[in-house]
C-alpha cells in the first residue's frame, strides 16, 4: 500500500521560511511525476511546484522566485523549501505523485497526501 507523508507545516510570519518533506513509502515501482499542491479556504487547489516525469520543475507564477522545489530519488521524498512567505501562501499543502506499483508496473495511479497546514500570519 503505497502512502504519501509530508511533514514541516506551521505558523509563519509574513516574511519568514518553512521547509515542507514528502515521503512516499510502499510497493512502489516508478514514480513519474511528483509536487505540491495547496488549497486556500473557499478556492480550488492548485499546483505549486512539481516534478514532470521528465525532471523539470514546475512552478505556480505566485510562487517562482520564493519557493524551490527539489528530490532525493533515493528515498523518494521531494520537499519545498518555501521563503518570503506572504499571508496569500496560507492553504493546506497536498503533496502529490503519479506512480505505478510494484503489483501493477504497467499502470499508473494518482496519489495524495493528507495535508499538512501553513498558516502565514503576524
Known amino acids: 500500500q503505497v502512502q504519501l507523508v509530508e511533514s514541516g507545516g506551521g505558523l509563519v510570519q509574513p516574511g519568514g521560511s518553512l521547509r515542507l518533506s514528502c515521503a512516499a513509502s510502499?510497493?512502489?515501482?516508478?514514480?513519474?511525476?511528483m509536487g505540491w499542491y495547496r488549497q486556500a479556504p473557499g478556492k480550488q487547489r492548485e499546483l505549486v511546484a512539481a516534478?514532470?516525469?521528465?525532471?523539470?520543475?514546475n512552478y505556480a507564477d505566485s510562487v517562482k522566485g520564493r519557493f524551490a522545489i527539489s528530490r532525493d530519488n533515493a528515498k523518494n521524498t521531494v520537499y519545498l523549501q518555501m521563503n518570503s512567505l506572504k499571508p496569500e501562501d496560507t492553504a493546506v499543502y497536498y503533496c502529490?505523485?503519479?506512480?505505478?506499483?510494484?503489483?501493477?508496473?504497467?499502470?499508473?495511479?494518482?496519489?495524495w497526501g493528507q495535508g499538512t497546514q501553513v498558516t502565514v500570519s503576524s
Open positions: 516534478f514532470t516525469s521528465g525532471g523539470i520543475t
Open positions: 510502499g510497493s512502489i515501482f516508478k514514480i513519474y511525476t
Open positions: 502529490n505523485a503519479v506512480l505505478s506499483e510494484l503489483s501493477n508496473m504497467g499502470n499508473y495511479k494518482n496519489f
